[in-house]
């Protein structure tokens, strides 16, 4: 599933960035859809492509990932991770099991980049219990 932090616009004076078109600002929101609903127990890939010219440390809770290529090229050494540095234009990878119910955040972790819309919404659910 490919995510893409993207700006929005400088126009505006609280959402800055987006998110798949989405911002979500400040604490979150509650109530806000989920970007994805991931299957609990299975094993996800996600690619990340930063579609902006600055440079954006994606943070995911609850979760270990190991990036699998950046820009098309495998990444040698597959270390766990829970924050992947995206430069500029960046395509990334990432893959992980899905082993924990429930709502996570996957953010850029640059606190105004957060605050101001680089951030979303995970959540992982069993078949069932997907909305
Ligand atoms: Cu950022």
Same mark, same amino acid.
């Given at each position: 599933?490919?995510?893409?932090?993207?700006?929005?616009?400088?126009?505006?004076?609280? /959402?800055?960035?987006?998110?798949?078109?989405?911002?979500?600002?400040?604490?979150?929101?509650?109530?806000?859809?989920?970007l994805?609903t991931?299957?609990?127990g299975?094993?996800?890939?996600?690619?990340?492509?930063?579609?902006? /010219?600055?440079w954006?440390?994606?943070h995911?809770?609850g979760?270990?990932?190991?990036?699998l290529?950046?820009?098309?090229?495998?990444v040698?050494?597959?270390?766990? /991770?829970?924050?992947?540095?995206?430069?500029?234009?960046?395509?990334?990878?990432?893959?992980?099991v899905?082993?924990a119910?429930?709502d996570?955040?996957?953010?850029?972790?640059?606190?105004?980049?957060?605050?101001?819309?680089l951030?979303?919404?995970?959540?992982v659910?069993? /078949?069932?219990?997907?909305?």
């Amino acid at each position: 599933m490919p995510i893409a932090p993207n700006v929005l616009t400088t126009d505006m004076a609280q /959402a800055i960035w987006s998110i798949n078109g989405t911002s979500m600002t400040g604490d979150g929101h509650a109530g806000m859809a989920p970007l994805l609903t991931l299957g609990r127990g299975k094993t996800h890939l996600i690619t990340m492509r930063n579609r902006t /010219a600055w440079w954006h440390p994606m943070h995911l809770h609850g979760f270990s990932f190991r990036v699998l290529t950046r820009n098309g090229a495998a990444v040698p050494h597959r270390r766990w /991770a829970d924050t992947v540095l995206m430069a500029p234009e960046d395509t990334i990878e990432i893959a992980f099991v899905a082993d924990a119910p429930g709502d996570w955040m996957l953010h850029c972790h640059v606190t105004d980049h957060q605050m101001t819309g680089l951030m979303t919404v995970l959540r992982v659910a069993d /078949a069932e219990d997907r909305r």
